[in-house]
């Protein structure tokens, strides 16, 4: 897909998690519309089985599977890049432990561009010799070596960079720059550059894994995440005009691959569905513990939870392991069109989620009553901030939302010491307290088994003007932009048009 913008436009950083995301409590909502349909068609009923609710939380908050689980998938299998040979092998053994413990899974295959990290190379030459600590973004390309002078380009506005001399030099971006997913081929193109360093927004030596493309387009120049504390030793040294050189040579490379997510049903009583779903791969520096081994592992503790004391609801129940998340969504870009043909009651979507703390409804106002009244059957363990009512962009929720499918995501709490190490090295298992594992899966195996039995809910999708509602919000078509998700295809429009 052609990218719909310049980059100097894209001034808006990305948040991709839930525990980025401000959270309102569901008053101050500004989101009003009209749902197409009725979405409560009848009254809630006092909940059904809150004795089986009950029996399945207390069990997950004693059970240690979880945990267990998600410790053997990151020291067994290391970081989950998607179609790297940890990935396909985690996605196997997974799929194995599922279908041990007599769940009905299997592996949904699907083609994506896919991007293999070999060994990239940046070095200063200027003013010292010295290997610089980084990491090229997704969809780079193997290049000659080359030397070129740096240019600090501030955080890559239009105004930052109007009057510099870029041409044939190597960018330098300050930690505040724009994101510019998708957008890196047409700076470099504008400014002449050779090749771009973006400057870690955490210090302390870390770097920031993260897609070059959200379409898996090739980045035809090289694109590194440097670590602060190098990029501004650069930055202090050009700014007392002291030239500062690199070298970059990169091998990584894209290719095509076949990966697959891992669906797990359990029929209901009717067809109608509620999809549980979280990205199953990481970047490949650390082991994707918390980004997103949390989803990961909490989602097998469901499947657990189900079999055990659930295994038929009133609703069928759909358990789904993305692939291909970090790279642009991949896997849930694939999984939506397979359930157009289902009536789907709502999407939950679990990404990085430590302890919970909310609900929030994405700016279906429809969901928030359904969602406080769930909240009131969690007794003493009752969600600190209730529930919210805000949409977000940046994981797997909004392929559902523009099907015009429910959305929820959880507000939740990591340590900000764990939370640091985001797409990096020390994203690693030992940074997981068992705690926070038991005590989300809990409240989301709760959760699922609720959306699955509550009588009354219906399943009816959005209209496309009652869905282009939750998407008008400046910030987040900015951020689609730049992810070549916004303006929406006509296709998709026509499609809309014509039911
Ligand atoms: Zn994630």
Redesign the pocket.
Known sequence: MKQATSPQSNLLGYS??SLFQPLHRAKSNLLGYFVAGVVLAAPLCAHPVQEVQDAIVADVLADDTAYEFLGHLCDDHGGRLTGSPGNNAALVDTLHQLQAMGVDAHLQTFKMPGWVRLEDEAVMVAPIQRKLRAVTLSYVQPHAPFEADVVYLGDGSAKAVEDLDTEGKIGLLAPNAAQLRGGYNEMAEALGLKGILRTCRVNGGQLLCRTGSFQGEPIHVPVYCITQEEGRWMQRSLARGKPVRVSLHTRSYSKEIETANIVATFPGKTKDTVIIGG?FDSWDLGQGAI??GLGTAQLFGVAKALQTHARENLRTVELVWFNG??QGLWGSRMHVPTILDRPITAMVNL??VGFPKSLNALGFADLVPVLEAFDATLGERQLDDGVANVNWFG?DHTPYQLAGIRAITFGAFIEPDVVRYYHDFGDTFDKIDPKMIAESTATIAALTYYLANVEGLDASRLDRAAMLALFDDERIKQRMLSSGLWPLADDEADAEAAK
């Open positions: 991709l998690h990205h980004d997103n998340e970090e990404d990085m994981s």
